[in-house]
């Protein structure tokens, strides 16, 4: 499949913000402090996977995971595929007509953290080409204790990246993520939300381009800075559990409502790389 240049540059995006999100993760490893104790720091690994090609289907993409003492798990996915969606799932999607043809890009981050004082996080964004092409992707943050500094931070970073491309972005990509990131047979959120938004087809290409690099710089500005301020805080076991049940409704989220990961597993993606988002232990009550 011909790769145009537009879609080599938000791939080449993805690859770059992918390095740049692992070397500061690995920073805060090396700065843990008392709590961590006797733990060496965390180091990403990297795993590259292809894409069986048949029929003209094909790409790959490559995970980088680390499992170290601040980052209990985390996974930075960067992936490009392509080929022909089946037949039920191209109705979905815009443009694929009768052909289904597609080509699709993009990164996603989870982040599972040993301490239940530090929120988990969770970034994606894409870009994918029918016989039309857009971009999509969000944010959201889910603390198992809310903490109002870091959720007024973590809005104003989003808030900023939105509004330095057009002002009526973060409201509707706040509220579409308040919509989304939630549990209907619970009855209740996943965290405190975020921004979420897809189909970005404004008619200029390098302005959306432009909004989903914002998207991830946000990210990369904010979210370290929300885990130095807690990572070396003392915990307690009961607050490990209730961490633990927090999980439990990601887990849930995940394998009954995410789009991605239906995406992943419509398009023939690595099984092990589309699970990465679950988080290394989890538990019900």
Known sequence: ??????????????????????????????????????????????????????????????????????????????????????????????????EGQFWAAGISLVAHMRSPLVPAVHMNTRHIVTTLHWFGGGADMTPIFPDEADTTDFHT??????????????????????RYFFLPHRNEARGI???????????????????????????????????????????????RQVQLVKRGRYVEFNLLYDRGTTFGLKTGGNIEAILMSLPPLAAWT
């Not at 960067?78 to 089946?86: C, K």
């Not at 808030?159 to 706040?174: E, G, I, L």
């Not at 432009?210 to 990210?219: D, H, I, K, P, Q």
């Not at 500005?221 to 807690?230: G, L, S």
Request: with cysteine; charged share 25%.
């Open 1 to 98: 499949m011909i790769v145009t240049e537009q879609q080599q540059r938000a791939l080449n995006w993805f690859a770059t913000l992918r390095d740049r999100l692992c070397l500061a993760f690995e920073a805060i490893e090396d700065e843990a402090g008392i709590p961590y104790a006797g733990m060496p720091p965390g180091r990403f690994t990297r795993k590259t996977w292809q894409r069986p090609d048949v029929s003209g289907d094909g790409g790959g993409g490559t995970m980088a995971l680390m499992q170290g003492r601040v980052f209990e798990k985390v996974g930075v996915n960067v992936s490009s595929v392509h080929g022909t969606f089946h037949q039920e799932f191209a109705k979905a999607m815009p443009g694929a007509g009768e």
């Open 157 to 178: 970073a989003l808030q900023a990246a939105c509004d330095a491309s057009d002002p009526t972005y973060y409201p509707r990509f706040k509220e579409w993520c308040d």
């Open 193 to 239: 939300g975020g921004i979420f938004y897809d189909n970005l087809d404004t008619g200029d290409w390098e302005a959306d381009f432009a909004f989903t690099r914002a998207v991830g710089e946000a990210l990369l500005d904010v979210y370290p800075r929300i885990v130095r301020r807690h990572m070396n805080r003392p915990w307690t076991e009961d607050q």
